[in-house]
Structure formats: structure tokens, C-alpha cells
């Protein structure tokens, strides 16, 4: 038998093969069977047999070129028997005969014939451009010009001429009874089948979807009444059964989208037929439609909008019927009479959000829900027409009007709208007060980096930026901004140029420059160099000789001094010292200045409540002059007048009615003699290059200590004449800002009296103890002034925040609007507050008691007023902090001031004699508070904090009382054995104490503020004049210092290790830590409160971060032993349930990430220590989230070899870790493979054996019937596996687990045998293995 060819062989080889085969004459294996016909008949039966007939290869007879290639004639498809193929018919035209699927008639391709259709050409006109040819125009077969028509019009007119033309109803098919293809989208309803069912109450003459357009003229009608014919006799044909199934058919077969338009194109003849019928029977109904309406698609269902202004059923309810007959009116377009009906209904929304502020048109705020007749003139036909009022962006709009009367009336509004003052009503009583700025700034925050550049650098790099974003951005964020953006100023200064308006209008558009100045450095410089504007301000509105004026109404404000005008300049100098420079010297102020307070308010031409503002605001614009050293020259000028000003005082104090403007202006006199006392008492500062006072002008004072040390014997009398009113609250609150302005002037008498090297000091110790003899220590044993300690809650925006609560009109772009009304005069800014004179009380009995220590002690005693003892009780209690809005923060400013001022002259007295310890306690606590309070622009009250009360050991009576002691009594009660005294709580507490001077440079050192905002909050508040930048204070949005502050340091080196790319510790980590760990555990301790802002979960955090920095820090000893008992701290009782990893905590990002971290840290160089070890495990509680527990067992399993914390030093109880069951099935096969594969063990990880066992034990045991099939499938696998298991020892431990117990060794106990239930239900479990076992073998 031959061989079958192999791989390898070649051509020769298969040839030899054939040869050989051929030779042998053998019978093929294969038999080669030719049929003739498909019948199995041969066609040829005289043919011999197949195996004679060989076909052979033979390469001798082959020719040497290959055959041309000739095309093969066509096959034709051999016919059948009994079946010949015409020879003239097409192939193409028989398949398409026998094709009888829907396909077949829809793929028919006929072009469409447009040798009919009209060709409209371009109308010749005469313009350059003609109209353009709508695509409408073109489908009417209209030219383009028709007349005055519009093409909604003429779309109108086509439409009712078509509508004309409507066949009747009798020769149209219902749209019940639709063509082949007219099928619905759905299978239809038993109800929409009994209504097709009478198919012969229909007539069919005319075809209804089949019109025949785009072929021939002549052929058209012919086609498609040819077409509707056979439909015809189809339908007759079939029965109604037969046509509900090839309806359904239909519907198998056709594309929905194909459906849905024919079936609207159906849905539009139906509504032209109903519409003629109607017509032609009015009344009547047709017979041959039904009430069923037809399944629609969504976008025929919408109505349209030719529907909606059909003007036989017209949408819209006219209040007046329009005529054919008027002008204008032979179309009626409805759309465009949209105005003349009556106002939508008013929304009562549930919420205010996205609702814009509408004001009436005198700015004042209206209600969303304020329903307000037409006649008022505050609606309009813009967005929301029901509601009343213009908002500001359509103000604003207005302010661009061609038309004047708009444009004035949208000044005058926007006017009233902002020129709601913030402060003017508060600033009169803290004149000259340095330390209280006039207004809060509204500039953005800048970095720490940023604030290290001057004012102006900064107002010229930030114009840039916001001068490309549009107008309206701006308004959002900030109204300000943006109306400087419209480039109002320009046309604020040509109204007052050149227009010269009324007197209302000159004062409003004051009011806004004065708002637009008080803004920000940025808004208070362009309102400086807008060109002409201030020139044209002081010179027509503050000129130095002007005609008579007497009480009546004046028709022009014009060449007539004007006090908003000097309150601009006020305002405008009070942004900045240069600016104020620049005032002074560039604008001669200095003339108007002498012409308007050298003479007396009565005698100048002016009304006398005019007269007598603007005398006080010309008073007030040199004081913030003299706050930055400038103006001094004018003191020798006008000393005569500020004399016998001076010496007037007593005698309008005496009046049985003192006038308030009068008392206004005795305030603005003191303050700026406040002022030019302090510049004569301040020394030249040394500028220095490397910092921010070499930027800072130190020319010298012009004013000498001789020209002002005669006013303190003129100021004195007047404290007298005011202390004696106390008793009486109606007549002490007339006397307004008069005793407080009398006060600073004494404390900066003394304060610069001191400072004069060439004086003998025992000149100054005798005049204060003489003061103090005859006025203030006789003022301390006085009940009005404890009556006045007694209403410091009532008014403190911090005890009281409903006081400074802003208005329901309040927005956060427009700062002025929070305080529209005034202020209840129980309140900070109320005329009834006693903030202002004890502020300025406790300054001078610090100003007194820091030169005079003697004095210390007996001036001291005013901090023992019950009322501030109560007053600081309330500020220590945990209480919710106000909202921190612009006039808030405005006014916690002052109020932390006063709180400042109390706790230094307390620390002072606590250095000469000792302090109760009740009050020492107090007034730490009260430090602490108010260090974590404190707002930008305080930067100074926070240093002085760091510096003194914070770490005082006079202030932490504890370490003398048996603090420490108690700490160790109470661990051991707590922990219930004795443990090693040599390292308990107490011996860390006495360390710590005895370390609070390094404690103390190592926050002052981490908790440094920025360098240019510190040095400007001294001077501000030191009274170095000449280092003051500006009296305008930074956008407060959060506290100086994190909640966290005593764990800033330990957040700092987290952050340095990770940031450095050696990573190497940066210097001194060892001494930073523990510093920062002792005074943590002193406020965990002594002052539990301090840290009650700060969540468990977060001091947990920072604690991690102690063993990230590296990996040496954790081996300390002292780091050991603070982080341990910080920990114990954590773990107790009252602490542990609000132990929350599941919420949002501050500082950080998220809390399973720096878990996760610390599992990897904790892998790579622990080596198995405890107190690593317990932080790892904390977070593995229960109650806390799984991911957790998922992080350790299924990424991080090789730790569980190191986690080898013995039970009974494990700070929490087992039962956290066990109960409730855990139900989560991925983490309990993690579980359970790391038992049996012995990734965890007793003896390396007792807890987590114990855990592990106990959420085992619960599952497998667990006959919850409600458990879903995977889990109960699991769980059966679980417990085969279980009792299947080879370690004798881990499956008694998984079978008979009882309950947890941390005594024992393996951490729980066991059952000596299991209970009944399970013993049966492992018994089951058993057999059925079993059973299954013996079938499968």
C-alpha cells in the first residue's frame, strides 16, 4: 500500500508517486461519480466507466507559454427538468417578481421629476443689498417682495388658503383605517381592535396617502389612483382577522421612525378633514370619525406654534379685542401682544435661591413674595414681569441709557441702594482710637507671599487680571467691582462737571463715590486718579469763599461746601498713608482744612446742622492725617482755634440738652488731639533694609512734647464733668463719644509723657497716682460701672450673635446692606453699648500699669466685677461662633480687643501677687479662647498672646495644686493597676510644666504669622504713627489660626519630611515633637475645653502623623511615653464614643488614604512596636467603616505578622472588635483564608486571631433565612471547609468559639461541646457531604 505524501516532499516525489500507482494498477480508494441531471439520472449511459477515464497530469505535453487569457463565456443557471428558463427574461425582474417581503416596494428608487417645477429668480432692486429669499417664499411660489407683510404673516395667509382647498369629508379615507404602511408603533389594544373591526361603514374613493408627487403631471393621478385601487380591493378581500394579523405584521417589519411620521402625516389630514366638517356642518359631527385619538409620538404631541396663533382659537386672553379696521392691524399676531394682558400670577417659591434682589425706587429692599400695584411704575416687561422692582444688572443697564431721565433715575436708586452706610453711625465713638480702623476692606486674601508687598504693587498687579473679566462676572462676586467695570467713574464726574444736577442728586452721587472709596485700596485709588474728579469735588463742593446761605432749601449745591464732600476726602485718606500725602499736598487740603475749623460752626455762612457736620468731618479727615504723622504743621497753625475749641467743651457738657452734632464734634477735637499727642511722643524708627519699614517714610514729627503737654490739664476737667453723669444711663448715654475720646487722650498723654528721654519719670509716677487717687480708683467703687460690666453679654456679638446678625436684605457682594436700619441699642454699635468706654477704661489701666507697676495691683481690681467674671464664663462655654460677615467680623474685632486688654492687665498683676486659682484658670481658658478667635488685621493681639498669657505658669495653678498627682490618680482608676509611676501621666505633666518656656518658642517659632501683617498690626496698635500703612483692615474669612493651632508643629514636620527629597528629618525633629506632644497633653489634661473645636478623630490623625515623619521619631522614649498617653486619653470612656473616621474631618483630605499610609509605613520599619501597633489597630473597630479592615487584610497582609500587641495592653475592649457580627462577605473570606493559611496566627497577632475566629464562628453558625443565596452558599462552603480542616486546633477554635475574653490566652473561650442547634446543623451539613461523596464515587 503506498504511502500518503509527507511534509518536505517536492513535485518530483508526487509524480514518482502517480508513476508507481499507475504501474501497480490498484483500485482508487476514492470513486469519482459525475451526475447528469438532478433527477440521479446519467445523462449518458453508454458512457463507459469512470475509473477507465483517469484524469492524468502529464508535464511532457505541456506548452511552454502559458494560455492567453481569454474571458470565460457566462454561466447560465442550468435548468430544471420539467422547468426551462425563458431565454428573454431578466433574472432580476422574476426575483423581484417572487419578493413579496415589504422591503421590496420600499427600496424603489423612481427620480423625482422637476420638469414642472417653477424656478423663482432674484427680484431686481435697487439697494446695494438685496432682501434675502427666505425658503419659505420659494415653497409658496410667491416673489420675495410682498408688500409690508411680514413671513410669519404670509406663513399665516398660505396656511388658510390651503385650508380652503380641503376635499369634503366624504372623499376622505379615516385615518382609522390607515394604508399598508400606516401602522402604529405598538401592538394595538383589545379596545383600539373593536374600533377597526367594521371595515364596510367606509367608503374608499380617493386615495389618502399615496399623492403621487414628483412624478409626471400626466402620470401623477393615473399612478396613484391605480395604486389605490388595488389597495381597495385588497382590504375588501381580506377579513377583518386577516388584516389585524398582517398589521402586526407590519409592525415586526417597518423601522418605528418610518411609523411614526407616517402616522403623523395621518394625524394632520385628520385634524384639515375635522376642521372642513366643522365648517360645512356646524353643529354637527362627522359620522365617520370616532372619538378614539390616535397613538401620537412625542414631537407630534407638542403643540405648535402656528396652532398656538391660529386666530380662530386664539391662545392668549386680550384684554382688548384688536380690529382689523386700526392701523397696523389687518394681521393679527398674537405673539407680539404678549404686553397687553394682564401680570402672570405671583410664584410663591419655597426658596429664595436663584432669585434676584429687586429694589423699589428707593433703594430699598422688596420681599419676593411682595405683591405691589402697577401704578408704582416697578414693573416691566423683562425676566420675572410679576414680581416688582428693578434688579441691580438692569440698573446698571439703565446707567448706560441715551436717555437722561433713565440714567438719573438708575443713579439715583443704585444711590439709595449702596448708600446704605456701614459704620458712620458707630465710628463717632471710637474717634482717634489707633487701634480701631474705620472700615473693613473687601480685597481678597493674598498668601502669606503676596502680603509681603506694598499696598499699591498689589492693587496694580490685581487690575490686570480683573479688567478682563466682563462686567456682569464681576457683579456676582462683587457689586463694587463691577460698577467700576462700566466705567462709571468718568460719568460721575461729568454729571458734577458739567451738568451740574440738582442738590438730591449732587448728594447721591456722593454717597456713591464715598461707598465706591471705602471699598478697598484698589476702588479708593481709581477714585483718586480719575481725571478731573476729586479736582472738581473740592473745588466746587468745598471752596473757600462762597455766598450766604440761610435755612431754606438751596436750588444748587455748586460753589457751596458741602460736609459728603469732606467725608470722601476722609475716606479716600483713610485707604492709605499715601493717599492721604497725596490729598494733602497735591490738592491743597491743607486750606481748606484751616478754612473750615478756624472758624466756628456758628459763624460760618452755612445752615447749622451743616455747619456744624462739616466742621466734624473736617476735624475727622485730620485725624486720619495725623494717624500717619502727617498734618502736624497745621497744630501750630490753629492752635489758638483748637484752644478755645477745647475750652468750650465743659460748657456744652454742662447744658441741661447737649446737641448732639456738638458732642460729635467735641469727639472729632479730642481724637485728633489724640493723635498729634501720640506723633509728638513717638521716636524716628530706624528703617531697616532687609524688612517692610525701610518702604515706610520716617521723616520726623513736626510737633514737639512742649507744644502738647498743656492740653492734659484742658482734657481732664471734661473726664470729670462726663464720670460724674455714670449714674444717670439717659444722660451718660447723650453724652455719646465724649468720655471715651477723653480717655485715649489720657492714655496717649501718658504713654508719650513717658517716652520724653529728658524728663524726670518721678514727674509722671505722681501725676498717675494723683489721677488715680482722685478719679479712677473712686470710679471702680462706683455700681454704675458694674452696671455697665453687667451688659457686656447683652451686647457681645459672641454671647449674643442675633445682635450682629445680618439683615434678610444682607447680600455678600454688597457690604453696606447688612446694617440697612441702624442697630438695636443693646448691642456692640448701639448707642446703649458700654464696649467703647470700657475698652478705653482697661487701655489706660494699661497704659498706667505698665509704667507704673505700683499701680498695677490696686487698678487691677477692676477685673474682680462680677459682670466680667460672668461675661468671661460665657465666652469660655462652648458656644457657636456668629457668621462671620464684614460687619461681624467688624465688630468682634473690637470686642476681642476689650478681651485682649483685660487678660494683659490680668497677666501683669499675676507677675507682682499671686492670683486665685479659680480666676487663674479663668483667664487662661479665656486666652486660649480668643487665640483661636482671633481675625485677620489682630495679628499684634495673637503675638502678645504667644508672648504671655498663653503659656504663663502663673495661668496653670494646677502644677502647684496637685495637678500632676491627680493625673496619675486618675489613670489608675481608669486603668485599674498601678503601672509604672516613674513615667505616668503626672511626671509627664510636672516635665512639661518645667519645659514651658521651650514650649513656648516652639509655637512662637511654627505659629508665625506673616512678617508685612504683623509689623503693620503693631504699629497700628503700639501708635507708631509712622509705621502705619493704612487704617483700612483685611477681608476676615477665617480665624488668624486653625482650630488645630497646638498641633500645628507636628503638622509641619509631617509636611517637611514628605516634601523633602532626601528624605532625611529636618533639624531638631526629636525637640519639635515633644514639645508639641507635652503641651497637647497639658491641654488634654488641665484645659479639655481648648481642644473641644478639635474632633477625637482629628487628634487621632495628628498623632499618625508623629510616626510618618520618619522612621526613628516613634523609638524616642519621650515621644513613647506622650504619645501613649495621649492615646490612653483618647481611649476613654467619654472620649471614645465620639471617635468618628467616618466623617469629613479638617485638614484632611481623606481619612483611608492616610491609613492606608500609615499601613505601609507601619510594614516597612515597626518591627513589631506596641504602641505602633495600637495606632494601627484603633481604627479596626466595628463600628468603623469596613474599608479599613480591607486595606490591612487584603493589601497590607504581610502586617499582621508584626501586629503582635498582647491583649491585655489593648486600649480599647475586645468587644468592639467583635460585636456586632461582621456582614460584610468579602472581608469574611479574607478572614477565613488567613486563618487557614496561616497568614494569621495566636502568637503573632492575638487580636486580630480572636476577631478573625469570632466573625468566622458568627458566620458559618449564622440560619438567617432572609441571607441571599451567594452568602448562604458561602457560608456552607465556609463550614465544609471548616470541618474538613487538617489543623486540629484552628478548627476547634472555628467550631467551638463561645465569647471573647481578653483574660485568656487565645483571647476567647470555648464550648466543651457545641450546642444542640449547631451540633444538628453541622450534623446535616455532614450527611450531605457525605451523600454527595458516595454518588459522585
Not at 642 to 667: C, G, H, N, T
Not at 732 to 741: Q, R
Not at 974 to 1000: K, N, V, W
Request: charged fraction near 20%; hydrophobic fraction near 40%.
Amino acid at each position: 500500500m503506498l504511502s500518503r505524501p509527507k511534509p518536505g516532499e517536492s513535485e518530483v516525489d508526487l509524480l514518482r508517486f502517480q508513476s508507481q500507482f499507475l504501474a501497480a494498477g490498484a483500485a482508487p480508494a476514492v470513486q469519482l461519480v459525475k451526475k447528469g441531471s438532478r433527477s440521479g439520472g446519467d445523462a449518458n449511459p453508454d458512457r463507459p466507466p469512470l475509473q477507465d477515464h483517469r484524469d492524468v497530469v502529464m508535464l511532457d505535453n505541456l506548452p511552454d507559454l502559458p494560455p492567453a487569457l481569454v474571458p470565460a463565456p457566462p454561466k447560465r443557471a442550468r435548468p430544471s427538468p420539467g422547468h426551462p428558463l425563458p431565454e428573454h427574461e431578466d433574472p432580476e425582474e422574476r426575483l423581484n417578481r417572487h419578493d413579496k417581503h415589504i422591503t421590496a416596494v420600499l427600496t424603489k428608487i423612481i427620480e423625482r421629476d422637476t420638469s414642472s417645477v417653477a424656478v423663482n429668480l432674484p427680484v431686481p432692486c435697487g439697494v446695494a443689498f438685496p432682501p434675502v429669499f427666505h425658503h419659505s417664499q420659494g415653497r409658496q411660489g410667491k416673489p420675495a417682495t410682498s408688500g409690508k407683510r411680514s413671513i410669519f404673516a404670509q406663513e399665516i395667509a398660505a396656511r388658510r388658503a390651503s385650508e380652503a382647498k380641503v376635499p369634503p369629508v366624504g372623499e376622505v379615507a379615516s385615518t382609522l383605517h390607515p394604508p399598508e404602511g400606516a401602522a402604529t408603533c405598538e401592538a394595538l389594544t383589545p379596545r383600539e381592535q373593536g374600533s377597526q373591526l367594521p371595515w364596510n361603514s367606509y367608503s374608499f374613493q380617493g386615495p389618502h396617502l399615496v399623492t403621487g408627487k414628483g412624478l409626471k403631471s400626466q402620470e401623477a393621478e393615473q399612478e396613484a389612483q391605480t395604486i389605490h385601487e388595488e389597495n381597495v380591493a385588497r382590504l375588501q378581500a381580506m377579513a377583518p382577522e386577516e388584516i389585524l394579523q398582517e398589521q402586526q405584521r407590519l409592525l415586526a417589519q417597518l423601522d418605528p421612525s418610518l411609523v411614526a411620521f407616517l402616522r403623523s402625516h395621518s394625524r394632520t389630514c385628520e385634524q384639515a378633514e375635522e376642521k372642513a366638517t366643522g365648517e360645512q356642518r356646524p353643529g354637527g359631527r362627522s359620522a365617520e370619525v370616532t372619538g378614539e385619538e390616535p397613538i401620537m409620538p412625542t414631537s407630534a404631541s407638542e403643540p405648535r406654534q402656528e396652532d398656538k396663533l391660529e386666530p380662530g382659537a386664539p391662545a392668549l386672553a386680550l384684554p382688548v379685542t384688536p380690529q382689523k379696521e386700526w392701523l397696523h392691524m389687518d394681521t393679527i399676531e398674537l405673539e407680539k401682544l404678549h404686553w397687553t394682558r394682564d401680570l402672570p400670577p405671583l410664584r410663591r417659591q419655597q426658596t429664595q435661591e436663584r432669585m434676584q434682589a429687586r429694589f423699589s425706587l428707593q433703594g430699598e429692599l422688596l420681599a419676593p413674595s411682595v405683591d405691589l400695584p402697577t401704578h408704582l411704575g416697578l414693573h416691566h416687561h423683562g425676566e420675572e414681569a410679576e414680581r416688582a422692582g428693578y434688579s441691580l444688572q438692569e440698573l446698571f443697564h439703565l446707567t448706560r441709557s441715551q436717555v437722561s431721565q433713565q440714567r438719573a433715575l438708575a443713579l439715583h436708586v443704585l444711590a439709595q441702594v449702596i448708600g446704605r452706610e456701614l459704620l458712620d453711625s458707630t465710628f463717632s465713638w471710637y474717634h482717634g482710637a489707633l487701634v480701631f480702623p474705620l472700615m473693613p476692606s473687601q480685597e481678597d486674601k493674598e498668601d502669606e507671599d503676596e502680603d509681603e508687598e506694598p499696598p499699591a504693587e498689589k492693587a496694580k498687579r490685581k487690575s490686570p487680571e480683573e479688567g478682563n473679566r466682563p462686567p456682569s462676572d464681576l457683579a456676582r462676586h462683587d457689586v463694587i467691582k463691577g460698577l467700576l467695570a462700566t466705567n462709571l467713574l468718568p460719568r460721575l464726574r461729568y454729571l458734577l462737571e458739567v451738568t451740574c444736577p440738582g442738590p438730591s442728586a449732587v448728594l447721591d452721587i456722593l454717597a456713591v463715590l464715598i461707598r465706591l472709596a471705602r471699598h478697598s485700596l484698589e476702588s479708593a485709588t481709581r477714585v483718586l486718579e480719575c481725571p478731573r474728579l476729586i479736582e472738581t469735588v473740592i473745588q466746587e463742593f468745598l471752596p473757600t469763599s462762597w455766598s450766604p446761605m440761610g435755612v431754606k432749601p438751596t436750588l444748587s449745591l455748586h460753589r457751596v461746601p458741602c460736609a459728603p464732600a469732606m467725608k470722601l476726602l476722609r475716606v479716600l485718606a483713610s485707604a492709605g498713608r499715601n493717599i492721604a500725602a497725596r490729598l494733602l499736598s497735591g490738592f491743597d487740603l491743607r486750606s481748606r482744612l484751616c478754612r473750615f475749623i478756624a472758624e466756628a460752626p456758628q459763624d460760618l455762612a452755612l445752615p447749622p446742622e451743616e455747619a456744624e457736620t462739616l466742621s466734624t468731618e473736617a476735624f475727622r479727615l485730620w485725624a486720619v492725617a495725623a494717624s500717619y504723622g502727617q498734618g502736624g504743621d497745621l497744630y501750630r497753625e490753629l492752635y489758638p482755634v483748637l484752644i478755645r475749641a477745647l475750652q468750650a467743651v465743659p460748657k456744652e457738657l454742662s447744658s441741661p440738652s447737649p446737641q448732639p452734632l456738638a458732642l460729635q464734634r467735641a469727639a472729632s477735637l479730642l481724637t485728633v488731639l489724640t493723635q498729634l499727642t501720640l506723633a509728638a511722643g513717638s521716636t524716628t524708627p530706624e528703617p531697616r533694609s532687609d524688612s517692610a519699614e525701610a518702604s515706610v517714610s520716617s521723616t520726623p514729627s513736626s510737633i514737639t512734647w512742649t507744644q502738647v503737654s498743656g492740653l492734659q490739664p484742658l482734657v481732664e476737667p471734661c473726664l470729670r464733668q462726663t464720670l460724674k453723669l455714670l449714674p444717670t444711663p439717659e444722660t451718660w448715654s447723650a453724652l455719646g463719644p465724649v468720655p471715651t475720646a477723653c480717655l485715649l487722650f489720657l492714655d496717649a498723654y501718658y504713654q508719650a509723657w513717658s517716652q520724653q528721654p529728658g524728663l524726670c519719670p518721678g514727674d509722671w509716677l505722681q501725676d498717675m497716682e494723683r489721677l488715680s487717687e482722685e478719679l479712677l480708683l473712686p470710679l471702680l467703687s462706683q455700681p454704675a460701672l458694674g452696671r455697665l460690666w453687667d451688659s457686656l453679654g447683652c451686647c457681645s456679638p459672641l454671647c449674643n450673635p442675633q445682635s450682629c446678625a445680618p439683615a434678610p436684605e444682607a447680600l455678600p457682594s454688597l457690604v453696606s446692606l447688612g446694617c440697612a436700619g441702624g442697630h438695636p441699642p443693646l448691642s456692640l454699635a448701639g448707642s446703649a453699648s458700654p464696649f467703647p468706654f470700657l475698652t478705653a477704661l482697661l487701655s489706660l489701666f494699661n497704659t498706667l500699669g505698665w509704667i507704673h507697676k505700683g499701680l498695677c495691683g490696686q487698678l487691677a481690681a477692676v477685673l474682680a466685677a462680677p459682670g466680667l467674671q460672668n461675661y468671661f464664663l460665657q465666652c469660655v462655654a462652648p458656644v457657636a461662633a456668629p457668621r462671620l460677615t464684614p460687619f461681624s467680623a467688624w465688630a468682634l474685632r473690637h470686642e476681642y480687643h476689650l478681651q485682649h486688654l483685660a487678660l494683659t492687665l490680668a497677666q501683669r498683676a499675676a507677675t507682682l501677687q499671686p492670683v486665685s486659682a479659680t480666676s487663674a484658670a479663668l483667664y487662661h481658658g479665656m486666652a486660649l479662647a480668643l487665640l483661636s478667635r482671633l481675625l485677620p488685621g489682630s495679628e499684634h493681639l495673637a503675638h502678645e498672646l504667644l508672648l504671655s498669657c498663653v503659656f504663663r505658669l502663673e495661668f496653670l495653678p494646677e502644677r502647684a495644686s496637685g495637678g500632676p498627682e491627680a493625673a496619675d490618680f486618675s489613670d489608675r482608676l481608669s486603668l485599674g493597676s498601678g503601672g509604672d509611676l516613674g513615667c505616668g501621666r503626672g511626671t509627664l505633666l510636672a516635665q512639661a510644666c518645667q519645659d514651658l518656656p521651650s514650649i513656648r518658642n516652639c509655637y512662637l517659632t511654627h505659629c508665625s504669622l506673616a512678617r508685612a501683617s504683623l509689623l503693620a498690626s503693631q504699629a497700628l496698635h503700639r501708635g507708631e504713627l509712622q509705621r502705619v500703612p493704612a487704617l483700612l483692615l483685611p477681608v476676615a474669612k477665617e480665624p488668624l489660626l486653625p482650630t488645630d493651632w497646638p498641633f500645628l508643629p507636628l503638622i509641619q514636620l509631617y509636611h517637611r519630611a514628605s516634601d523633602s527629597p532626601s528624605g532625611l528629618p529636618p533639624a531638631d525633629t526629636v525637640g519639635t515633637a515633644m514639645r508639641a506632644l507635652q503641651w497637647v497633653l497639658v491641654l488634654e489634661s488641665w484645659r479639655p475645653q481648648a481642644l473641644r473645636a478639635v474632633p477625637p478623630a482629628a487628634r487621632l490623625a495628628r498623632l499618625m502623623c508623629v510616626f510618618l515623619v520618619d522612621s526613628e521619631l516613634f523609638r524616642e522614649t519621650p515621644i513613647q511615653r506622650l504619645v501613649a498617653a495621649l492615646l490612653a486619653r483618647l481611649c476613654q470612656p467619654e472620649v471614645l464614643p465620639n471617635l468618628n473616621l467616618d466623617c469629613p474631618l479638617p485638614g484632611l483630605t481623606s481619612f483611608p488614604d492616610l491609613y492606608a499610609n500609615f499601613l505601609e509605613h507601619f510594614e516597612a520599619v515597626s518591627f513589631g512596636d506596641h504602641l505602633f501597633g495600637a495606632l494601627v489597630l484603633l481604627p479596626l473597630q466595628r463600628r468603623f467603616s469596613v474599608t479599613l479592615r480591607l486595606a490591612l487584610f487584603g493589601e497590607h497582609v504581610g502586617a499582621l505578622r508584626a501586629l503582635g500587641l498582647p491583649l491585655t495592653q489593648l486600649p480599647v475592649s475586645l468587644e468592639s472588635y467583635t460585636a456586632p457580627p461582621e456582614d460584610n462577605l468579602a472581608l469574611l473570606q479574607l478572614y477565613f483564608r488567613a486563618l487557614v493559611t496561616g497568614a494569621l496566627q495566636s502568637h503573632w497577632c492575638p487580636v486580630l486571631y480572636a476577631v478573625a475566629v469570632a466573625h468566622v464562628n458568627s458566620f458559618i453558625f449564622c440560619q438567617d433565612p432572609k441571607s441571599l443565596d451567594e452568602v448562604k452558599a458561602a457560608r456552607r462552603s465556609m463550614l465544609q471547609k471548616t470541618w474538613l480542616l487538617a489543623d486540629e486546633g484552628l478548627r476547634q477554635h472555628l467550631l467551638h468559639y463561645k465569647l471573647p475574653n481578653s483574660a485568656l490566652p487565645e483571647g476567647f473561650e470555648l464550648y466543651p461541646q457545641l450546642p444542640p442547634l449547631r451540633q444538628q446543623y453541622l450534623q446535616k451539613l455532614i450527611s450531605g457531604v457525605l451523600q454527595n461523596g458516595v454518588s459522585e464515587t
